[in-house]
């Protein structure tokens, strides 16, 4: 095997002498026949010391080759690089211990005598043309090829090729290859490193930038106005609610000072030394233009390398403040419909009892007429009984008015032309009316019909007036105004909030005059039963309160608008009667016969000097025994046989003990303990033929129907006159006298 050429690795260019570069002896001088010997010894000596000269040389060459044939057998043993010297047909010459560490590891692994074998399928291809590249031109290069050692050891490196030509003694030089392999494999590791440090730092921007985007929007679309501050308090964050609540474009407030928006909150920011958030609470904020809002503010401080950032959240309590005052509204309004409804309670309890006492007075007061027939027309007796009957009228009335107040059922309503009504009313008013007053009415033509009790609205319509012409009158001057307008409305959704309307349509009917009006504290106590700010004696103070109980019952709502020295303005609101509402009753009553009452037309009473061929027995029962001793009294003046009793058990064990004794039973509704319903009850029971009245000061539409479920036949409001009383007795007898 020839060596190869390595004068490359030689950086002097020195090259062992060879037997062409070697020098040759010196030719001999030609020989002078006839010479002295002594001349030839001569030359003799001198070629010697020629040859050995040259010998010298010669030495030293050989000693330079052989020196720097070890330099490179040791630099091409322990360069820490894979070299290998390849010959044209692949097979590996020559490799120093590097290379077998690469490529043959371990004795099991194949040995190092071909390259190409080494060489990954993919990357053959280029390795070949690499070489043919060096045959070429000398040297060339392959990047990152992968040498398949074994099945699981892999290196990845740099393939550097040079062409050598290797001398012979004879023949041409032999063409071969040195080839270096540099491993790359830790430079590919710290490239791999580099770039997942590459990539992840580069997905930590893109977090960080999207990360900066979401709170910019965050900030953007927040509810509250967020400012950001400098350590020198100018603005450098003002989002888009702060533009809008301070009514200033981010633009402008930029770079401004943070008390131009915010006096106190400037003040506070001293705080930034003593914690990193403060609640400054409800402070006075000014916009652009001057104008003052009150906002609810909290900062943040915070602590950088640069300085100190504060951000500023600035919420708007206007809204809150509105939703407080009109909570506070409707709150009150609850408490002025729970306190109406509690003295409603409480008036219908009293009109009970006191209508037991005006019965009993207004039936003594009949006795004590009859009694007094005899007397003279003028008498005094006589006179003082028409007072105290004339009274006790009235206080009838006033109790009928606080009845109206304090009824919770509904009314039996149905369709009625409110411009009828007001027409009607309107008569009525021009008769009563001072001279001095005016009256305008202002109806909207084609008015819609209402869903109401006529005589309610127009119960409701008069009371209006009369406080207004009391109004007028009270302020010291006889003259003045009363303007009664009507007009088809759809109340807003405040209005409808605050009076508790429905989404519908309404029939406005408006009452204003032109009176002192009213202050706030007046306002909060007009419709409260029995106050009045009128002198004693002028009025009871039921008007308004009648007028609300009417709108309660139905499903209307009343306001008021009243300033002092301008009047006072009252809105009634009547829901508008729908085809269906118009098609049926309101209050379509049960499929039964109704109760005869005492609105009805009685039948003719009979004469007080008649007595009934036969003495029918009537048995009275109620928990009042001064009304029961009137009824007795009054039924047997009649020609009636009367059982009264106080106590309901009492009555059932009597008609128990004897049904048949009796020809007619008339029961009080409430009694302590009892219900007249339930009496009513046992007496069907007892005797189903035995007609049944029931008598009751505050009828509802409940008490109705039981009754009549019960099967009553009659329903007696008290206190009624005692012509009434007794055509009601006497129509239920003869209604069922088998004779």
């Given at each position: 095997?020839?060596?190869?050429?390595l004068?490359f690795l030689?950086p002097a260019?020195?090259?062992?002498?060879t037997a062409?570069?070697?020098?040759?002896?010196?030719?001999?001088?030609p020989?002078t026949?006839g010479a002295?010997?002594?001349?030839?010894?001569?030359e003799?000596?001198?070629y010697?010391a020629e040859?050995?000269?040259?010998?010298k040389v010669?030495r030293?060459?050989?000693?330079v080759a052989?020196?720097?044939y070890?330099r490179?057998?040791?630099?091409?043993a322990s360069v820490?690089?894979?070299?290998m010297v390849?010959?044209?047909?692949?097979?590996?010459?020559q490799a120093?211990?590097?290379a077998?560490r690469?490529?043959q590891?371990?004795e099991?692994d194949?040995?190092?005598?071909?390259?190409?074998?080494f060489v990954c399928?993919?990357?053959?291809?280029?390795v070949?043309?690499?070489?043919a590249?060096a045959q070429?031109?000398g040297?060339?290069e392959v990047?990152?090829?992968?040498?398949t050692?074994?099945?699981?050891?892999?290196?990845?490196?740099?393939l550097?090729?040079?062409?050598?030509e290797?001398p012979?003694?004879?023949?041409?030089?032999?063409?071969q290859?040195?080839c270096?392999v540099?491993?790359?494999?830790p430079l590919?590791?710290?490239?791999?490193?580099?770039?997942h440090?590459a990539?992840t730092?580069?997905?930590?921007?893109e977090?960080i930038r999207?990360?900066?985007k979401?709170?910019e929007a965050?900030?953007?679309?927040?509810?509250d106005a967020?400012i950001?501050?400098?350590q020198?308090?100018?603005?450098?964050?003002?989002?888009?609610?702060a533009?809008?609540?301070f009514?200033c474009?981010?633009?402008?407030a930029l770079g401004?000072?943070?008390d131009?928006f915010?006096?106190?909150a400037?003040q506070?920011?001293?705080f930034?030394?003593?914690?990193t958030?403060?609640?400054?609470?409800e402070?006075t904020a000014l916009?652009?233009?001057g104008k003052?809002l009150?906002v609810e503010?909290?900062?943040s401080f915070?602590?950088?390398?640069?300085g100190?950032t504060t951000?500023?959240?600035a919420?708007d309590l206007t809204?809150r403040?509105?939703?407080?005052?009109h909570r506070?509204e409707?709150?009150?309004?609850?408490?002025?419909s729970h306190?109406?409804?509690?003295?409603?309670?409480m008036?219908g309890g009293i009109?009970?009892?006191?209508?037991?006492?005006?019965?009993?007075?207004?039936g003594?007061v009949?006795?004590a007429?009859?009694?007094c027939a005899?007397?003279?027309?003028?008498?005094p007796v006589l006179?003082s009984?028409?007072?105290?009957?004339?009274?006790?009228?009235r206080?009838?009335?006033?109790v009928?008015q606080?009845?109206?107040?304090?009824r919770?059922?509904?009314?039996?309503?149905s369709a009625v032309?409110?411009?009828?009504?007001?027409h009607?009313t309107?008569?009525?008013?021009r008769?009563?009316?001072?001279p001095?007053?005016?009256?305008?009415m202002?109806?909207?033509?084609?008015l819609p019909p209402?869903?109401?009790?006529a005589t309610?609205v127009?119960q409701?319509l008069?009371?209006l007036?009369?406080?207004?012409?009391h109004?007028i009158?009270g302020q010291g001057?006889?003259?003045?105004s009363i303007?009664?307008e009507?007009?088809?409305?759809?109340?807003?959704?405040?209005?409808?909030?605050?009076?508790g309307?429905?989404s519908?349509d309404?029939?406005a009917?408006?009452?204003?005059?032109?009176g002192?009006?009213m202050d706030?504290?007046?306002?909060e106590?007009i419709?409260e039963?029995?106050?009045?700010t009128?002198?004693?004696?002028?009025?009871?103070?039921?008007?308004?309160a009648?007028?609300?109980?009417v709108?309660?019952?139905?499903e209307?709502g009343?306001?008021?608008?009243?300033?002092p020295g301008?009047?006072s303005?009252?809105?009634l609101y009547f829901?508008?009667?729908?085809?269906?509402?118009?098609?049926a009753?309101a209050?379509p009553?049960p499929?039964?016969p109704p109760l005869?009452?005492?609105a009805?037309a009685?039948?003719?009473a009979a004469?007080s000097s008649?007595t009934p061929a036969k003495k029918h027995?009537?048995?009275?029962?109620d928990?009042?025994q001064a009304?029961?001793?009137?009824?007795?009294r009054?039924?047997?003046?009649?020609?009636y046989?009367v059982?009264g009793?106080?106590d309901?058990h009492e009555?059932?064990?009597a008609?128990?003990a004897?049904?048949?004794r009796?020809d007619?039973?008339?029961?009080d509704?409430?009694?302590p303990?009892?219900c007249g319903?339930?009496?009513v009850r046992?007496?069907r029971?007892?005797?189903p033929?035995?007609?049944v009245?029931?008598?009751?000061?505050?009828?509802?539409?409940e008490?109705?129907?039981?009754a009549l479920?019960e099967g009553?036949q009659?329903l007696i409001h008290?206190?009624?006159?005692?012509?009434?009383?007794?055509?009601?007795?006497?129509?239920?007898?003869?209604g069922?006298d088998?004779a």
């Amino acid at each position: 095997m020839s060596e190869p050429d390595l004068s490359f690795l030689d950086p002097a260019g020195r090259q062992p002498a060879t037997a062409e570069h070697m020098p040759r002896p010196p030719a001999s001088p030609p020989r002078t026949p006839g010479a002295p010997a002594e001349g030839l010894v001569a030359e003799l000596r001198a070629y010697q010391a020629e040859l050995e000269n040259q010998n010298k040389v010669l030495r030293y060459s050989q000693t330079v080759a052989e020196s720097a044939y070890e330099r490179f057998e040791t630099l091409f043993a322990s360069v820490p690089l894979a070299l290998m010297v390849v010959d044209d047909h692949d097979m590996v010459v020559q490799a120093n211990s590097m290379a077998h560490r690469s490529f043959q590891p371990t004795e099991r692994d194949r040995p190092l005598t071909a390259l190409m074998p080494f060489v990954c399928p993919q990357d053959a291809a280029r390795v070949r043309e690499a070489f043919a590249q060096a045959q070429d031109l000398g040297h060339s290069e392959v990047k990152e090829v992968v040498f398949t050692i074994s099945d699981t050891t892999r290196i990845t490196g740099d393939l550097h090729i040079a062409h050598i030509e290797a001398p012979q003694t004879s023949g041409p030089p032999l063409s071969q290859f040195l080839c270096a392999v540099i491993d790359q494999g830790p430079l590919l590791a710290e490239r791999q490193a580099l770039q997942h440090s590459a990539e992840t730092l580069q997905q930590r921007n893109e977090q960080i930038r999207a990360s900066e985007k979401r709170l910019e929007a965050v900030i953007n679309s927040a509810l509250d106005a967020i400012i950001c501050v400098d350590q020198h308090q100018r603005i450098t964050v003002f989002n888009p609610t702060a533009a809008a609540l301070f009514q200033c474009s981010a633009s402008d407030a930029l770079g401004s000072t943070l008390d131009r928006f915010l006096p106190d909150a400037a003040q506070a920011l001293a705080f930034a030394q003593l914690t990193t958030q403060a609640l400054l609470g409800e402070m006075t904020a000014l916009t652009a233009s001057g104008k003052e809002l009150a906002v609810e503010v909290s900062v943040s401080f915070e602590r950088h390398a640069d300085g100190e950032t504060t951000t500023v959240f600035a919420r708007d309590l206007t809204g809150r403040k509105k939703a407080e005052a009109h909570r506070n509204e409707l709150e009150a309004q609850l408490r002025e419909s729970h306190k109406m409804q509690a003295v409603g309670t409480m008036a219908g309890g009293i009109a009970h009892d006191f209508n037991n006492i005006l019965g009993a007075i207004l039936g003594n007061v009949e006795l004590a007429k009859a009694d007094c027939a005899t007397h003279a027309p003028g008498s005094p007796v006589l006179e003082s009984l028409l007072e105290i009957d004339k009274a006790g009228r009235r206080a009838r009335d006033l109790v009928r008015q606080i009845l109206t107040f304090s009824r919770n059922e509904p009314p039996q309503r149905s369709a009625v032309s409110l411009a009828e009504v007001v027409h009607d009313t309107e008569r009525l008013l021009r008769v009563t009316l001072p001279p001095a007053i005016e009256l305008h009415m202002q109806l909207q033509a084609g008015l819609p019909p209402v869903l109401a009790d006529a005589t309610q609205v127009e119960q409701a319509l008069l009371n209006l007036c009369t406080n207004a012409v009391h109004a007028i009158q009270g302020q010291g001057s006889e003259r003045g105004s009363i303007h009664v307008e009507a007009a088809t409305v759809q109340p807003d959704q405040r209005l409808s909030e605050r009076l508790g309307l429905a989404s519908i349509d309404y029939v406005a009917l408006t009452v204003r005059d032109s009176g002192p009006g009213m202050d706030a504290a007046t306002l909060e106590r007009i419709f409260e039963p029995f106050f009045t700010t009128k002198p004693v004696g002028q009025g009871t103070g039921l008007g308004l309160a009648v007028v609300h109980g009417v709108m309660r019952t139905h499903e209307g709502g009343v306001d008021v608008q009243s300033t002092p020295g301008q009047g006072s303005r009252f809105t009634l609101y009547f829901p508008v009667a729908t085809s269906a509402t118009t098609a049926a009753p309101a209050n379509p009553a049960p499929q039964a016969p109704p109760l005869a009452t005492e609105a009805a037309a009685p039948a003719p009473a009979a004469p007080s000097s008649s007595t009934p061929a036969k003495k029918h027995h009537v048995m009275y029962v109620d928990d009042d025994q001064a009304l029961v001793f009137l009824v007795q009294r009054l039924l047997r003046r009649r020609g009636y046989e009367v059982s009264g009793f106080t106590d309901p058990h009492e009555a059932t064990a009597a008609l128990r003990a004897a049904p048949q004794r009796y020809d007619l039973l008339v029961t009080d509704y409430n009694m302590p303990g009892f219900c007249g319903v339930d009496l009513v009850r046992e007496a069907r029971l007892i005797r189903p033929d035995l007609p049944v009245a029931l008598a009751s000061g505050y009828v509802t539409a409940e008490i109705e129907q039981a009754a009549l479920a019960e099967g009553a036949q009659a329903l007696i409001h008290k206190p009624n006159d005692v012509e009434e009383l007794c055509a009601t007795v006497q129509r239920l007898i003869v209604g069922h006298d088998p004779a």
